[in-house]
């Protein structure tokens, strides 16, 4: 059974970093595309990044490129976001999300087939 389990959310100070994990378990990130998405309230899913592991390319919104980091250890069968130089704006709740095998325009949240149950990200002084 495919289960992905975020962590890492919370409260940050604007300017502030954190840094986020998706533990994925029924599969191995080995070949697997990842991809981590936010929705704000009253806003539309937004893809954030995703790395492409058989590929070994990551991509990033325009509006997260300079600030966030997509990386994985395959031991733990673990991603993390790294998070840096955080603004109000980012404040959302984050999820990861995974395709089992390799997958181009992973940014598009409609390819992957599952989902973590997401961790709130609130940015505010």
Not at 74 to 85: G, P
Request: hydrophobic share 30%; with cysteine; charged share 20%.
């Amino acid at each position: 059974q495919v289960q992905l389990v975020e962590s890492g959310g919370g409260l940050v100070l604007p300017g502030g970093s954190l840094r986020l994990s998706c533990t994925a378990s029924g599969f191995t990130l080995r070949g697997s595309t990842i991809g981590w998405f936010r929705q704000a309230p009253g806003k539309e899913r937004e893809g954030v990044s995703c790395r492409r592991d058989s590929a070994r390319v990551t991509y990033y919104a325009d509006s997260v490129k300079g600030r966030f980091t997509i990386s994985r250890d395959n031991a733990k069968n673990t991603v993390y976001l790294e998070m840096n130089s955080l603004k109000p704006d980012d404040t959302a709740r984050y999820y990861c999300a995974a395709i089992l095998w390799d997958s181009t325009g992973c940014l598009a949240s409609q390819r992957y087939d599952y989902w973590g149950q997401g961790t709130q990200v609130t940015v505010s002084s």
